[in-house]
């Protein structure tokens, strides 16, 4: 049988659910509180598991930490509402990272620093997280540490020039024509640093900045990774920081929309909205684009998802955004990473919370659905639906494995399972959760086996993307869906967050259960959970 037990997840978001019975056992779905936040979610999750004791570590990269990695622990611990985790990470980048001019070395690995110059990007973020901390946590030593490396910041990593004060990569790019990577900029951050400190500065910064990237896209229609800005204000693309190779729209240059966006100054905000026009449609991103928009890798990443989400959100085009921000997760679902897990989570504050001081410019959908949420959407805090609707599923097909049985609702019993249905070829929607053809994702479940048989979800795992379900509903409509992945993931340490994070648009997770069978416990010991997206 099947049976679902709410238990305590360590970032406090939730509650986990396990399949229990004779042949299936094991988390399968996480329901949240109303009050749950999307983005404290994600970025909870990033943390757990990311950092380690305050280090942040690149676990796909050969384990070592890098300033930028610590920045984005600080950010996501402010997301996050930890105090505790952000000191950790604050305590080990001062003690290991820190310098004596206050910027942060640049990388660390296997015990020491490789690497001590200092990426003004990661100072940046790392000096906006301290100010935002120093209000959350109302710790003026945070405020003040913010502010000091802030400072540092504007004394050794900026230049002025005739198109105004830029931000330089390094102290290393102090000479003339400097060195520019536009996605370093940070807008926001301009904004909480100057309203903390009152260095007129960062104003001159926030201005020079965005001429500088305006100009960049007068040259070229998409931000490129790396650039030039001479002392006379002229601008150019570049390879790579030294000049090298061929200019590109990568990792680095998909940041620019994000940053830009999440701006409270229009200004800048268009900006972001500029780069929407540049960038090739299609629910496949590739994850690297030549300078020109062509594709120069078929990998997909979900930081090129969310740099189009940005860009889309600006562009007041805030359905396409919400598709690209459901894209986002699923890529990251579907391949973990340090860089893609910390940009999921990131933009996904930036861009539908204010949590990081800044405007978020699809803030006013995600808070709309947050006053009107209910028990029947109580898995996260989801971006409104277009219009409400009290229909209920009825009905599932799933004509690749032959599945076409009718739905029942599954509850939470008195024990705090969810209750399992009687017939091991019944089909279950957890119905204190998303309704199918809701926004968000929700959960329904069947079993495996019987203790004589296959049972109705026996073919689950043959199912491949493209694959089609249908879900009628008591209205008579019927939410179509369409396989994108699947999974088989250890019940013990199951990833809930991430597989059951807040998305923008209707989606689906089918599980059942999969794996070796223990004969000690008498279940499974995984579980196999598909996701599929709106059709």
Known sequence: MIGLRRALAASSVAVAVALVAAACAGPVAEPVSEETDGSASAAADFLEQYADDGRVVRTDQGGDTVSEGQAYGLLLAVAADDEETFDEIWEWTTTHLQRDDLLLAWRWQEGAVVDDQPASDADLDAARALVLAGDAFGRDDLRQDGVALGEALLDEMTASTEIGRILLPGPWATSSPHAYNPSYSSPAAYAVLSDASGDARWDELASGSRAATEALLDVNALPTNWATVAADGSVAIAGSASGEGEPGYGYDATRTS??????????????????????????????ELDSGAGAVTSDQHPVAYAARAAAYAADSSTDAARDDLSRMTETAVATPT??????????????????LGGCPPLEAATSAAGASSSAADGFQDPVAPAAASNATPEHISIPAIGVDSDLIGLGLGADGWIEAPADFDAVGWYENGVVPGAIGPAVIAGHVDSPTA????????????????????????????????????????FPTESIYAPVPTPELRLVTCGGAWDPQTGHYVDNVVVTAVAA
Do not use: H, N
């Open 338 to 355: 340090y860089y893609g897990d910390a940009w999921s989570a990131l933009a996904g504050a930036m861009l539908t919370d204010d949590v």
């Open 454 to 493: 296959p049972a109705v979800f026996y073919d689950l795992p043959k199912l491949v993307p493209g694959d089609t379900v249908s879900v009628s509903r008591s209205d008579g409509s019927t939410a179509d869906f369409v396989v994108t992945g699947i999974q088989a993931v250890e019940k013990d340490s």
């Open 258 to 287: 994000i940053r830009y966006a999440e701006s409270c100054d229009p200004a800048d905000r268009a900006v972001a909205a500029r780069i929407a026009a540049a960038l090739p449609e299609g629910d496949e991103l590739p994850a």
